[in-house]
């Protein structure tokens, strides 16, 4: 089955540490895209990524890194230096950079809670 | 600013009831609106999406209108089923390839 695969679903994350968030598709797509969910608000765009080798900043980068070193992965790593990393994190994908059209698929997203 | 804003923020009903959801906005310029349903813990699954010359979009038992002179748009459920208790999210794609998501409603779906 085609699909976004994300993993964990659960991670925990002590004070200080860096830890990196997986997110895998087999759709062919070709722009992938990092959100955050917090309670009571809609989802911000951390990073997006429209070709290999190549990403843009979202409304909330600081803190995080990304990578894209091949079509299918686009790996979110939350640094000690996001000051509330405790959130839903959602990894999508669509045709192109096309978040205008359907062909939006999102993950099921990862969990993060700092101890 | 651009914003969605949905109402309400959370809501009650019991199975085989139906239900409307809004969403009013502010973005502009505007290519579509979309509907999406979130299950607790889950990520959002497309219901619906509209471009600004569309009324009406049906999927099953959910129907999604939109007003584009007035900014608003709905998402009506019919003969609600327990299945449907999740959170139903309006987002609205302003070009250039920008989504701005409202905070979402969350139904519960009582037997």
């Known amino acids: 089955d085609g699909g976004i695969t994300q993993s964990p679903k659960y991670l925990f994350r002590k004070e200080g540490q860096n830890v990196t968030l997986s997110c895998e598709q087999n759709?062919?797509?070709?722009?992938m895209y990092w959100y955050r969910q917090d309670p009571g608000q809609g989802l911000r765009l951390i990073y997006y990524?429209?070709?290999?080798?190549?990403?843009q900043k979202g409304d909330i980068a600081e803190g995080y890194s990304v990578s894209r070193e091949k079509k299918e992965s686009f790996p979110l790593t939350v640094t000690s230096a996001q000051k509330n990393p405790t959130a839903f994190y959602l990894c999508a994908s669509s045709i192109h950079d096309d978040r205008n059209n359907y062909g939006y698929t999102f993950g099921s997203g990862t969990r993060l809670t700092v101890v | 600013k651009n914003q969605v804003e949905q109402s309400p923020q959370s809501l009650i009903i019991l199975e085989g009831k139906n239900c409307t959801l809004q969403?009013?906005?502010?973005?502009?310029?505007?290519?579509?609106l979309r509907w999406y349903k979130q299950d607790t813990g889950r990520g959002p699954v497309s219901l619906t999406i509209m471009t600004f010359s569309e009324n009406t979009k049906s999927n099953g038992r959910y129907t999604a209108t939109l007003d584009a002179d007035t900014k608003q748009s709905s998402l009506h459920i019919t003969a609600s089923q327990l299945s449907d208790s999740a959170s139903y999210i309006c987002?609205?794609?302003?070009?250039?390839?920008?989504?701005?998501f409202g905070t979402g409603t969350r139904l519960l779906v009582s037997p």
């Open positions: 990524s429209q070709i290999v080798n190549d990403f």
């Open positions: 969403c009013n906005y502010t973005v502009s310029p505007f290519s579509n």
């Open positions: 759709l062919n797509h070709d722009a």
């Open positions: 987002v609205v794609s302003r070009p250039p390839q920008k989504l701005v």
